[in-house]
């Protein structure tokens, strides 16, 4: 499931998806150790060849993928699992 952040794609899976289909095993993001950053995908090491995947494909850095490097927060750091800023684009982006 992909999808620009914020946008619902865990409460979609979480509230549709496993509702619909009780067999799934959801595997969500929440932290596996006392570190936050330290989420299933990055443990079983799925994370690495996807952020590469989408690295070629975008003609961008691998780090742009990862709120460990580049794609972090530039104010926390992803310290804080959240952060707001200005969508006044959006609404001209949608139109």
Request: overall charge positive; some cysteine; hydrophobic content about 35%.
């Amino acid at each position: 499931m992909t999808g620009v952040a914020g946008s619902g794609k865990s409460t979609l899976v979480r509230k549709e998806l496993v509702e619909r289909h009780p067999e799934t095993i959801l595997i969500d993001q929440s932290p596996i150790a006392a570190s936050s950053r330290s989420t299933p995908a990055t443990y079983l090491g799925a994370m690495d060849p996807l952020r590469r995947m989408f690295a070629e494909a975008h003609g961008v850095p691998a780090g742009l993928f990862s709120f460990n490097s580049a794609g972090a927060c530039p104010g926390c750091r992803a310290r804080h699992g959240w952060c707001s800023c200005s969508t006044g684009w959006w609404t001209r982006a949608t139109r």
